[in-house]
């Protein structure tokens, strides 16, 4: 079993920042590919950001490319930031983690691709 926590979210306006951050544990010498997806009100869940293991690999969905970053912790690979810069009303949403230890190597953008997930942190950004 995985377990992914998630931490950063908040409240912020237009144009500011915000870096979430996502720690994987629980299975012993696993590694993971891993990503961001988020759910506003009323839309379906939407992949964000993906970064393979060894970080050579990461997808962007359009809207956020130039303003979001994926990186991980090289400390820790274990941990994976989502660092959000020129944030707009629209990327108000709950954001969760993902881990997928079965391709370590890719970077998946479909939520299939993912076998376990954070309980979410919202993200709200006011006009």
């Known amino acids: 079993q995985v377990q992914l926590v998630e931490s950063g979210g908040g409240l912020v306006q237009a144009g500011g920042s915000l870096r979430l951050s996502c720690t994987a544990s629980?299975?012993?010498?696993?590694?993971?590919?891993m990503a961001w997806f988020r759910q506003a009100p009323g839309k379906e869940r939407e992949f964000v950001a993906a970064i393979n293991w060894g970080g050579g690999h990461i997808h962007y969905v359009d809207s956020v490319k130039g303003r979001f970053s994926i990186s991980r912790n090289d400390a820790n690979m274990n941990t994976v930031y989502l660092q959000m810069n020129s944030l707009k009303p629209e990327d108000t949403a709950v954001y969760y983690c993902?881990?997928?230890?079965?391709?370590?190597?890719?970077?998946?953008?479909?939520?299939?691709?993912?076998?376990?997930w954070g309980q979410g942190t919202q993200v709200t950004v006011s006009s």
């Open positions: 993902a881990a997928d230890p079965d391709s370590p190597w890719s970077a998946g953008v479909a939520g299939s691709d993912y076998g376990y």
């Open positions: 629980g299975r012993t010498a696993s590694i993971y590919s």
